[in-house]
């Protein structure tokens, strides 16, 4: 497990608006979320402090580091072409995994709150980002919690080796 402090950000809007996950990738990980809702939530994540290869790592190249990472696999793999508007597609040749879409199972919790919600973290191989995260749910995690921009929150991020405590 790597925990993530986080702020909650603004994004592109393009998951609202030209990607689309079907409900039926679920099957491929049983009893986390039963459904997806459409958009992402996007947090700006400030590297962990752990110490170690992990931690290091993170702190060289950022959320990058997960990618295809044998140590911290991902619960949900998705071949490009299963992620309707996935513009990182356009940059593949073959071979390549370039925007096949890894989903690791998530916890964000909201800093002195009693908020918490299960989620799964997004992330497209070779994607720009080192510091920010998306996060799909079965709702929209900013208005039914009531998040906006600027608060402060805290993220687990399971691989499929981690065992996870219920909540």
Not at 36 to 41: A, M
Not at 105 to 110: F, G, S, V
Not at 148 to 161: H, I, M, P, R
Request: aromatic share 6%; glycine share 8%.
């Amino acid at each position: 497990m790597i925990e993530f402090d986080a702020i909650v950000c603004d994004g592109q809007g393009d998951f609202a608006r030209d990607h689309t996950i079907d409900d039926a990738v679920l099957e491929m990980d049983l009893g986390w979320l039963q459904r997806i809702e459409p958009g992402t939530l996007n947090l700006k994540i400030s590297m962990p402090s752990t110490k170690g290869p992990s931690g290091e790592a993170l702190r060289a190249t950022g959320i990058k580091v997960l990618d295809l990472n044998p140590s911290f696999t991902p619960h949900i793999y998705l071949d490009h072409s299963e992620i309707a508007g996935n513009t990182l597609s356009r940059r593949r040749t073959p071979g390549s995994k370039i925007g096949d879409g890894q989903f690791w199972r998530a916890k964000i919790t909201k800093v002195d709150s009693a908020f918490e919600a299960k989620a799964y973290m997004l992330r497209r191989v070779d994607s720009g980002y080192r510091d920010r995260v998306e996060l799909i749910a079965d709702c929209h995690l900013r208005t039914t919690n009531g998040l906006k921009n600027g608060d402060k929150v805290a993220l687990q991020v399971f691989c499929q080796t981690d065992i996870i405590e219920s909540s």
